[in-house]
């Protein structure tokens, strides 16, 4: 996403210049090259789907909004129920993870970083690609290493992380003593078959760089993740197999920030992470992981 203001343009609606900059802001487009109809949303949407259509893309209203939440962009419109399309004081968001996030607002920007849960979300819409398939990777898989800088556990679902210099690692549950592999997380699944779980891994030169509101930073621990890892590409590593000292693991998908992240650390945490908040793996067999060790896939 990019930094996207509220258009000046009076002549079009507040919410569908609201609208307009979401767009503009999760497709990284220049706002001047998204159209901003003289229309209230409900038209200007279907002037939005044409326009998305020619770049491969559509706009999916979703059915149940105020519950809906996944690990990525989605635009949400709050206001009261009954509010007419064109309402007053609707406002256009565009919400981020799971649970979801107010990451831009641009008619009103004390709302970032609000849950979703605590918003009167009353329309959601989804932008997305109209054929998977054009996102398959095709080109060879390079050979990746890194190391790991730091160790990380935490007993309870929304306790302290602590750092350790070492740690068991446990085929299908995740690191001994850590509340995953107790299955407590906060979002442990139910049902046994859904992975990704086990492990957490995020990037030291992220937290590194990582500038927050007010010159507040994100320490390797109050991150959240179990492995801090060195001179990795985390992103790279979904759905390739990989070794961390002796422990082989499978990056299942990437690990992005939610509103519950920025609930437990700081203001700023959930916009400054999306697509940056490491990877989700499972662990493929036991070993013990010790900081310093090496990374590197095996695949």
């Known amino acids: 996403m990019m930094e996207v203001e509220l258009p000046e343009d009076a002549t079009v609606p507040t919410l569908t210049r609201s609208f307009a900059a979401c767009v503009a802001s999760v497709t990284e487009t220049p706002i001047a090259e998204v159209p901003q109809p003289r229309a209230d949303l409900p038209g200007a949407i279907s002037h939005w789907r044409s326009w998305l259509a020619g770049r491969g893309a559509g706009l999916v209203t979703l059915g149940k909004p105020s519950s809906f939440s996944w690990p990525g962009y989605w635009l949400a419109i709050l206001g009261r129920p ?13 919400m981020f993870g799971t649970p979801s996030g107010v990451v831009l607002s641009p008619q009103d920007p004390s709302l970032l970083g609000r849950a979703a849960t605590d918003l009167p979300v009353r329309e959601g819409y989804v932008l997305c690609g109209l054929d998977p398939a054009l996102i398959a990777p095709t080109s060879p898989l390079p050979q990746l290493s890194g190391t790991v800088a730091a160790i990380a556990l935490a007993e309870r679902a929304t306790g302290d992380m602590r750092t350790v210099d070492h740690a068991q690692a446990l085929a299908n549950r ?9 299955k407590a997380g906060t ?9 990704g779980y086990d492990l957490t891994l995020i990037e030291a030169e992220v937290l590194d760089s990582l500038t927050l509101p007010e010159a507040r930073t994100l320490g ?8 801090v890892t060195h001179g990795l590409d985390l992103n790279a590593l979904v759905g390739r197999r990989f070794r961390v000292g ?54």
């Open 246 to 299: 002796n422990v082989e693991c499978l990056g299942q998908r990437l690990c992005e920030p939610c509103s519950h992240l920025e609930r437990l650390t700081t203001k700023g945490t959930l916009r400054g992470l999306i697509h940056r908040g490491g990877l989700r793996a499972d662990v493929l067999s036991d070993g013990v992981i010790t900081t310093g060790d090496l990374i590197e896939t095996i695949d």
């Open 220 to 227: 390797y621990a109050e991150a959240r993740r179990n492995v």
């Open 174 to 182: 995740g690191l001994d003593g850590d509340r995953y592999a107790a």
């Open 82 to 94: 009954g509010l007419s399309a064109d309402a007053h004081d609707a406002t256009a968001v565009l």
């Open 187 to 195: 979002f442990t699944p139910t049902d046994d078959t859904t992975r």
